[in-house]
């Protein structure tokens, strides 16, 4: 069956750095747009950074551009979110999701469970 | 990006009660929004898909509509395990997929 187990949360001091790890299984991780969103204590869900299946194309939300990077080892089936200068505001638990397309639309339609990043003093 | 808006941001409901939640978008998505369900602690889930087609396992009192800006999700008949939020996305301009700010489904 699939599954998606993000590692690599905790509490960090701001202005320093974190990478997210999230291992797959259950399918083929090299055919599949993979995606990272978060969600602040509280708050509603924010897509943070999408990577293709070969890792050839990345995109971030606007405001994080610059200091977080998303890649892939398909030879692992391992996903990751390099996070650097963390800030308060990027204290979150973050998710995993596999995308999904087919002739009905384009949706996230697994999802890790969620690692809790806390970006504090 | 595609703001995405939803309405109410919560409501109150009975179980039995019939729900519906509206996500609405600025400009025309065609048929490509989402529809996912969080509790507490807990991923997001996929209830709804392409607007209208029911994933896998989600029940059939969970049921979606709705095609260029005006999208709803309704649930039928509201039971005890579906008070939780509920988050449209959309999905038209990829790979950036948009959510709504949720909607809290409460007793």
């Known amino acids: 069956q699939v599954q998606l187990v993000e590692s690599g949360g905790g509490v960090v001091q701001p202005g320093r750095s974190l990478r997210l790890s999230c291992a797959a299984s259950g399918f083929t991780f090299s055919t599949y747009y993979m995606y990272w969103v978060r969600q602040a204590p509280g708050k509603g869900l924010e897509w943070v950074a999408v990577i293709r299946y070969d890792g050839s194309d990345k995109y971030y939300a606007e405001a994080l551009k610059g200091r977080f990077t998303i890649f892939r080892d398909n030879s692992k089936n391992t996903l990751y979110l390099q996070m650097n200068s963390l800030r308060a505001e990027d204290t979150a638990v973050y998710f995993c999701a596999r995308r999904l397309d087919n002739g009905s639309g384009r949706y996230l339609d697994y999802w890790g469970q969620g690692t809790l990043v806390t970006a504090s003093s | 990006d595609i703001p995405v808006t939803q309405s109410p941001s919560s409501l109150s409901a009975s179980v039995g009660d019939r729900v519906t939640i509206t996500c609405r978008t600025s400009?025309?998505?065609?048929?490509?929004l989402n529809w996912y369900q969080q509790k507490p602690g807990k991923a997001p889930k996929l209830l709804i898909y392409g607007a209208s087609s029911l994933q896998s396992g989600v029940p059939s009192r969970f049921s979606g509509s709705g095609s260029g800006t005006d999208f709803t999700l309704t649930i039928s008949s509201l039971q005890p395990e579906d008070f939780a939020t509920y988050y449209c996305q959309q999905s038209y301009s990829t790979p950036i997929f948009t959510f709504g700010p949720g909607t809290k489904v409460v007793i």
């Open positions: 400009q025309n998505i065609y048929g490509y």
